[in-house]
């Protein structure tokens, strides 16, 4: 009896010990089981799928936006998940590597339906298939490669040389993908492939002269948000000298108009109290009294603003910056493995010392 007891006590502590190893290299999983090269597209109830750290719906989920159906996922490696009878899919998204779900995703038979299905989500606004036009090539690495589809994900083309910049190169296709990024067909020393569209000098330029006419335009907007309080500050500047012609005589009558005599207003004129300036009510009509009241609180009011893009900015931070849920211990099955492990051994040292 000592011998069993000896046996199932070394059991169960290998067992134990097996199952911690086990649940660690999971719930820290973050390289695939074995490498893959194929393709995969997304086909999903919800419109989408998401991108995790790591094989497990708890994880952290890297994508702000779910990736939509139509996209073509290169699926460099895979993780089973036997337990609830998922495979994962390892993969590259906007730069980032993270693990999908493949159970809303089918199978590309060749790289070319990947290719004709993200053209096909693009759009046909966005796909020119009968382009005609050249390019230079600028990168700032200094060289750039040619890759098999649009996006890297497809590799590059083997057997080709790289771009070198300042190469003019002949497009005859190009499109802007759904991730934002625009590729174009072009030939190398005879070899197709595509570029990728960025890269060019007519792209640098353009996007620079939109850049400055951003920059303009947000001072124009600056300049047009500063005249209208200018421009309505002006009528708290007629109610000082309404209330205050009051106080003196009522003569200077031609300025006054009497509509500006109306009682709302004098209720902003407490706030204000430009009383001390009742002394150079003689000289109403001079504008120093209106470069004055621009500096009425009115420009405060603007703080919505402010804290409106302090909000967006936050949103943005929280939308990168997405935390995984805690799992709790007593939702883990290991714990409770544990435990029932030890009520045995317990149970079978107690038993083996009232034997003796």
């Known amino acids: 009896m ?197 890269k060019t000098e007519e792209w640098q330029k353009e996007h620079s002269e939109a850049q400055e006419q951003n920059v303009d335009a947000v001072a124009v907007t600056e300049e047009a948000t500063g005249n209208p309080q200018l421009s309505t500050t002006p009528e708290p500047t007629a109610t000082p000298v309404v209330t205050v012609t009051p106080t003196a005589e009522p003569t200077a009558t031609p300025e006054p108009t009497a509509t500006p005599t109306v009682t709302p207003e004098p209720t902003t004129t407490p706030t204000v109290t430009p009383e001390p300036t009742a002394t150079a009510t003689p000289a109403a009509t001079a504008t120093p009294e209106a470069t004055d009241t621009p500096t009425v609180t009115a420009e405060p009011t603007e703080t919505p603003e402010a804290t409106a893009t302090d909000e967006a900015d936050s949103k943005q931070a929280s939308g990168q910056n997405v935390k995984a849920a805690e799992t709790k211990w007593y939702q883990m099955p290991f714990v409770w493995i544990a435990a029932v492990a030890v009520i045995v051994v317990a149970g079978l040292l107690i038993y083996h010392n009232k034997k003796k």
């Open 2 to 198: 000592k011998k069993i007891a000896k046996s199932l006590l070394v059991m169960l502590l290998g067992f134990m010990m097996s199952v911690n190893v086990m649940a660690d290299a999971q719930n820290g999983k973050t390289e695939p089981d074995y490498k893959t090269d194929y393709y995969m597209i997304v086909e999903s109830k919800d419109g989408g799928i998401d991108l995790y750290s790591q094989p497990d719906f708890n994880s952290t989920k890297l994508n702000d936006e779910q990736i939509p159906n139509g996209t073509a996922l290169h699926i460099e490696g895979e993780v089973e998940d036997t337990e609830n009878d998922r495979t994962w899919g390892y993969a590259q998204y906007h730069g980032m590597y993270g693990y999908a779900s493949l159970d809303e995703c089918r199978p590309a038979e060749s790289r070319q339906e990947a290719i004709e299905s993200e053209l096909y989500i693009a759009g046909k606004d966005q796909v020119n298939y009968n382009a005609d036009y050249d390019v230079k090539a600028y990168a700032e690495e200094g060289s750039q490669k040619l890759y098999q589809g649009p996006g890297t994900k497809y590799g590059e083309v083997p057997g080709v040389r790289d771009i070198a910049n300042g190469e003019t190169l002949h497009i005859t296709e190009d499109a802007q993908m759904v991730d934002g990024s625009y590729w174009g067909v072009t030939t190398v020393d005879g070899t197709e492939g595509w570029m990728d569209l960025q």
